[in-house]
Nanobody, 118 residues
Framework: QVQLVESGGGLVQPGGSLRLSCVASGSIFSICTMGWYRQAPGKQRELVAH???????NYADSVKGRFTISRDDAKKTVYLQMNGLKPEDTAVYYC????????????WGQGIQVTVSS
């Protein structure tokens, strides 16, 4: 079982930066692929970025070059550094842990609001 708690969201002006953190409980964090997803009003939840247990990363085209995902296994924490924020980045951001062990469960955080507005 993994529980996830996000923090670091809020209101920021266009062009600004935020760093989201997601702290996990449980013993399998280090072997999980961790991801950040977002859901804007009226839209489907979409992948923003993920990082494997080995440190390989993948990003949505819309955030490449602006966002960076990283992890600290000793702290059981995954981060999303967001620079050059745009109004279209406004959404609820969710942290996800994907277990590689059967039954391959996925665990989600409660979500945190990010609003980019002047």
């Amino acid at each position: 079982q993994v529980q996830l708690v996000e923090s670091g969201g809020g209101l920021v002006q266009p062009g600004g930066s935020l760093r989201l953190s997601c702290v996990a409980s449980g013993s399998i964090f280090s072997i999980c692929t961790m991801g950040w997803y977002r859901q804007a009003p009226g839209k489907q939840r979409e992948l923003v970025a993920h990082i494997t247990s080995g440190g390989s990363t993948n990003y949505a085209d819309s955030v490449k070059g602006r966002f960076t995902i990283s992890r600290d296994d000793a702290k059981k924490t995954v981060y999303l550094q967001m620079n050059g924020l745009k109004p279209e980045d406004t959404a609820v951001y969710y942290c996800k842990a994907q277990s590689p062990l059967p039954p391959f469960s996925a665990y989600w955080g409660q979500g945190i609001q990010v609003t980019v507005s002047s």
